[in-house]
């Protein structure tokens, strides 16, 4: 009847009007996400000169070998790569040094962040992918000293351990 035509004639209007919204908001979000991704682009276009290639830290850092090189008489450089989970060089290869080595650390990352920091002393940074940290350390105690990582990384994160003997 008449009544019913009616009500029915609302209720369209009313579907036709919430599925309009629907569909905006839709549009609105899809607009912000592409926006974001031109936007962000943009950026990492800008900024990338100060870092060094991503996919390459380890050949930047030239990282091959031991990890491990001998630049004078008690000075040497040692190259880590952090990943999800473990270092390179770690507990399978310890680094050995002699007692009063003077360390610099050149610290990277192949996946995601990582914190390098050696027990018991003041060596402490981030690992990052795509850059490569430096920090420089005297070591004037024999013993063992345990490279962990101390920024959570997933669920391998506590299995990032590598060791440091230094013989005296
Ligand atoms: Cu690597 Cu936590």
Same mark, same amino acid.
């Given at each position: @009847? !008449?009544? /019913? @035509?009616?009500?029915?004639?609302? $209720?369209?209007?009313? /579907?036709?009007?919430?599925?309009?919204? !629907?569909?905006?908001?839709?549009?609105?979000?899809?607009?912000?996400?592409?926006?974001?991704?031109?936007?962000?682009?943009?950026?990492?276009?800008?900024?990338?000169?100060?870092?060094? %290639? *991503?996919?390459? #830290?380890? /050949?930047? !850092? %030239?990282?091959?070998?031991? =990890?491990?090189?001998?630049?004078? #008489?008690?000075?040497?450089?040692?190259?880590?790569?952090?990943? !999800?989970?473990?270092?390179? *060089?770690?507990? $399978?290869? #310890?680094?050995?040094? #002699?007692?009063?080595?003077?360390?610099?650390?050149?610290?990277?990352?192949? @996946?995601?962040?990582?914190?390098?920091?050696?027990?018991?002393?003041?060596?402490?940074?981030? $690992?990052? *992918?795509?850059?490569?940290?430096?920090?420089?350390?005297?070591?004037?105690? *024999?013993?063992?000293?345990?490279?962990?990582? %101390?920024?959570?990384?997933?669920? =391998?994160?506590?299995?990032?351990?590598?060791?440091?003997?230094?013989? =005296?």
């Amino acid at each position: @009847d !008449a009544f /019913e @035509d009616r009500f029915h004639h609302v $209720a369209l209007r009313h /579907e036709r009007i919430w599925i309009f919204i !629907a569909l905006s908001l839709i549009a609105v979000l899809f607009i912000v996400a592409v926006w974001f991704v031109v936007h962000d682009y943009g950026l990492v276009a800008k900024t990338s000169q100060f870092y060094s %290639n *991503p996919n390459t #830290p380890a /050949e930047t !850092a %030239n990282y091959q070998g031991s =990890g491990v090189k001998q630049t004078g #008489p008690n000075s040497y450089e040692v190259y880590e790569v952090g990943r !999800a989970w473990s270092w390179t *060089p770690g507990t $399978a290869t #310890p680094l050995t040094l #002699p007692v009063g080595a003077h360390v610099t650390f050149n610290v990277t990352s192949g @996946d995601v962040i990582h914190g390098f920091e050696v027990q018991g002393t003041s060596i402490n940074l981030t $690992a990052i *992918p795509g850059v490569v940290g430096h920090v420089s350390y005297t070591f004037n105690k *024999p013993g063992t000293f345990y490279i962990i990582c %101390n920024e959570y990384c997933g669920a =391998g994160h506590q299995a990032m351990i590598g060791r440091i003997i230094i013989t =005296g």
